[in-house]
């Protein structure tokens, strides 16, 4: 088994605790392992398309440049759709957006 397919199964298992939780089907705020989630703040919607990616076989992939997400990254942020390079590209866009607005 490779890092990557290591990692996934990690995170496929703890989305579902997480959905579960967000679910109301448990009522124990779940023990991830590596999930650093706020709970209260995650919308249930999101971990499904997390798990139905997962399941497909399609998690990780970033939506902008369509390459792979590092599995570091995702072991951090499980339910982010950029890689790091798209998501620094975009915050830098946003603070250009915002320098302008002001
Ligand atoms: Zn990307």
Redesign the pocket.
């Known amino acids: 088994m490779t890092n990557q397919a290591k990692g996934f199964a990690v995170i496929e298992r703890d989305l579902m605790l997480v959905e579960g939780y967000l679910s109301g089907e448990t009522n124990e705020p779940p023990e991830c392992e590596l999930l650093d989630l706020d709970l209260r703040r995650t919308p249930l919607a999101e971990v499904r398309r997390a798990l139905t990616q997962l399941r497909r076989g399609i998690y990780g992939t970033?939506v902008?440049?369509?390459?792979p997400?590092a599995i570091e990254r995702l072991r951090v942020r499980p339910l982010t759709h950029?890689?790091k390079?798209?998501m620094h590209a975009d915050e830098v866009n946003e603070r250009a957006r915002s320098a302008r607005i002001r």
């Open positions: 970033c902008d440049c369509r390459g997400v950029l890689c390079g798209c």
